[in-house]
């Protein structure tokens, strides 16, 4: 309890860990991983330099500063997360529907499984079509 404290305390006006200290700690851990397989050099300095940084940015006080940087970092991402994120749901819906394309507008239709042939008719152009559900 006393330790926990004491870091409590040490942390205490320190910025701490967020999006950007995540990644930067995830590619050098990746890079030293790369390191073991490879003879490049650049993957060892490139796995410390990760990870110095990442500390440093825990333990700034420069609070402000360090939030610039995330939300930098958070604009540049945002396509690609959010990317991510609906591959992420698709993966989730295929458990219980089916998704597909209409054949004339390409729109994506979400069917619940289990209901055996079915007639489908696109919400946006009207067309319909029959698939398995």
Same mark, same amino acid.
């Given at each position: 309890?006393? %330790?926990?404290?004491?870091?409590?305390?040490?942390?205490?006006?320190? &910025?701490?860990?967020? !999006? %950007?200290?995540?990644?930067?700690?995830?590619?050098? *851990?990746?890079?030293?991983?790369?390191? =073991?397989?490879?003879?490049?050099? #650049?993957?060892?300095?490139?796995? =410390?330099?990760? #990870?110095?940084?990442?500390?440093?940015?825990?333990? !700034?006080?420069?609070?402000?500063?360090?939030?610039?940087?995330?939300?930098? &970092? %958070? $604009?540049?991402?945002?396509? %690609?997360?959010?990317?991510?994120?609906? +591959?992420?749901?698709?993966? *989730? +819906?295929?458990?219980?529907?089916?998704?597909?394309?209409?054949?004339?507008?390409? +729109?994506? #239709? $979400? #069917?619940?499984?289990?209901?055996?042939?079915?007639? *489908?008719?696109?919400?946006?152009?009207?067309?319909?079509?029959?698939?398995?559900?």
């Amino acid at each position: 309890m006393i %330790l926990k404290e004491k870091l409590m305390r040490f942390m205490y006006g320190r &910025y701490g860990v967020d !999006s %950007l200290g995540k990644c930067l700690l995830g590619i050098g *851990i990746a890079a030293a991983v790369v390191t =073991w397989f490879s003879d490049a050099r #650049i993957f060892p300095l490139l796995s =410390w330099a990760c #990870i110095i940084y990442t500390y440093f940015r825990m333990f !700034s006080k420069n609070i402000y500063k360090r939030s610039a940087e995330n939300q930098a &970092y %958070l $604009r540049k991402t945002y396509k %690609l997360r959010c990317f991510f994120a609906r +591959q992420k749901n698709m993966l *989730i +819906q295929r458990k219980t529907h089916h998704i597909y394309k209409c054949p004339s507008c390409k +729109q994506k #239709i $979400r #069917i619940p499984r289990g209901k055996g042939r079915i007639e *489908i008719r696109c919400p946006k152009c009207g067309t319909t079509f029959i698939k398995n559900s």
